[in-house]
């Protein structure tokens, strides 16, 4: 498979992960992540299965509104392997306090059984 066409899967998984958050189906995203997945973030770092992950989305307290992306771009460090950078500005609700914030994430990607699953992902709030 030519590198463009991996490149463009992988942007729209990306894309797909944060659609499915803004349209409170926490489902699609997990159905996206491998059996255990590693998040780091402001909050810290964490290991979690897909059921946990969607239970995580799922807290009232916190719901994603709206984002886009920019300055997206993809490493495959192997043919299974993908490693995609971006800047992403988000609006969430948290707490019921609307907050917007610009942000650089990173999301290592493996091919498992011919289908691409989020293993990491890490977020930084942009400087």
Do not use: C
């Given at each position: 498979?030519a590198?463009?066409?991996?490149?463009s899967?992988?942007?729209?998984?990306?894309?797909?992960?944060?659609?499915?958050?803004?349209?409170d189906?926490?489902?699609?995203?997990?159905?996206?992540?491998?059996?255990?997945?590693?998040?780091?973030?402001?909050?810290?770092?964490?290991?979690?299965?897909?059921?946990?992950?969607?239970?995580?989305?799922?807290?009232?307290?916190?719901s994603?509104?709206?984002?886009?992306?920019?300055?997206?771009?993809?490493?495959?460090?192997?043919?299974?392997?993908?490693?995609?950078?971006?800047?992403?500005?988000?609006?969430?609700?948290?707490?019921?306090?609307?907050?917007?914030?610009?942000?650089?994430?990173?999301?290592?990607?493996?091919?498992?059984?011919?289908?691409?699953?989020c293993?990491?992902?890490?977020?930084?709030?942009?400087g």
């Open positions: 498979m590198t463009s066409t991996k490149r899967e992988i942007e729209s998984l990306e894309r797909a992960f944060w659609q499915s958050l803004v349209d189906q926490p489902e699609v995203a997990s159905g996206m992540l491998t059996p255990t997945a590693l998040m780091v973030s402001a909050n810290g770092a964490m290991s979690f299965d897909p059921p946990t992950y969607e239970k995580m989305a799922r807290n009232p307290k916190h994603l509104l709206d984002y886009r992306f920019s300055d997206l771009d993809v490493l495959f460090p192997s043919d299974d392997v993908a490693i995609a950078t971006y800047r992403a500005w988000q609006k969430y609700e948290k707490d019921g306090a609307t907050i917007e914030e610009d942000v650089v994430d990173s999301s290592t990607w493996l091919r498992i059984d011919g289908k691409w699953r293993a990491a992902h890490t977020e930084t709030r942009a």
